[in-house]
């Protein structure tokens, strides 16, 4: 996939617009409509986005994201896409949705296709949406796909059900609606070593800023490193039976493990919460605690 940020003309190709936080199963669902058009029409599919949420330019703060930016790019390349262009929503803010329709989407890509969401809307004052992009497809010569909400159980799945899910440690129902596991990837950095002086070594992880964050809690996750996955538990928050300083930090100590991975890229995927972090009256206390939560992991694999 090739990624772009700036307009290219790149004629005939599958379009699939939106923001796609989290790519989850709406989204995927979006993109791949575009995808699979483009290979039954001998055409490249694209996805047309924005580098940063609509809201960072209307309300001068992002929401936290689901996925960095790069993770959203790996799981669009996923999806089979041959281009996406991430562009600057400042720049075309101001664009009605029919001059943004004819002088970015056409002019730059007379469209094949055109695929959204239920609920799309583009344009300044969101003065576009569904029914425009149907009704202007027969003047500007593409089929236009509109993909039906889609759901979980009996709730549909949007970014923000997902952040609600995350926010409140519902992991499990939060991972049903992406499709994949909520996941944090990064370089294992040197900590204070406490885990390994109470008989827990741990591979510590900065958490991303820009994401949405997690409970302070014990969570059952999946390591991967490399093409390996590993069992662990992972803590996230301040570890107030240890330090005082407030500082957040993720540590996850992968069970049957005893490699040096200092400097190693791995990544963290969230399955389940175990309970809500708390402070101990002691460190054996907090050792026999990691213990049994170490058993639980293991009693549900």
């Known amino acids: 996939m090739k990624i772009f940020s700036e307009l290219e003309k790149i004629p005939n190709l599958s379009l699939a617009l939106g923001f796609f936080d989290g790519v989850h199963r709406g989204h995927q669902a979006v993109i791949m ?68 329709l004819r002088d970015i989407l056409i002019k730059h890509f007379t469209p094949s296709a055109i695929t959204t969401g239920w609920n799309h809307n583009f344009g300044c004052k969101k003065s576009g949406n569904v029914k425009f992009l149907q009704d202007s497809s027969d003047k500007f010569g593409y089929k236009y796909f509109e993909i039906k909400p889609q759901k979980s159980g009996l709730h549909i799945i949007s970014s923000t059900a997902i952040r609600n899910s995350l926010f409140d440690g519902l992991i499990e129902d939060a991972n049903r609606m992406l499709g994949y596991n909520f996941f944090i990837k990064g370089e294992v950095i ?15 992880l900065n958490y991303p800023p820009e994401l949405i964050d997690l409970p302070f809690g014990v969570y059952e996750v999946l390591v991967g ?77």
């Open 190 to 204: 040197e900590g204070q070593k406490l885990g390994r002086k109470i008989g827990f070594r741990t591979a510590n």
């Open 33 to 100: 409509q575009a995808v699979e058009f483009a290979r039954e029409n001998g055409t490249k599919s694209a996805v047309v986005t924005f580098r940063d949420h609509p809201c960072c330019y209307f309300y001068g703060v992002g929401p936290k994201y689901i996925l960095t930016r790069e993770s959203r790019e790996e799981k669009i390349a996923e999806l089979g896409v041959d281009y996406l262009f991430e562009l600057d929503f400042e720049s075309i803010s101001g664009l009605t949705a029919e001059e943004y």
């Open 225 to 301: 490193l490399g093409n390996e996955k590993f069992k662990g538990i992972t803590n996230f928050g301040i570890r107030p039976t240890v330090t005082q300083n407030g500082v957040h930090s993720l540590e996850t100590h992968i069970l049957d493990f005893d490699r040096d991975i200092y400097g190693k890229q791995i990544e963290v995927e969230f399955l389940k919460m175990i309970r809500p972090e708390k402070k101990f009256s002691s460190l054996d206390e907090l050792k026999n605690q990691i213990q049994k939560d170490i058993q639980s992991v293991c009693r549900n694999n």
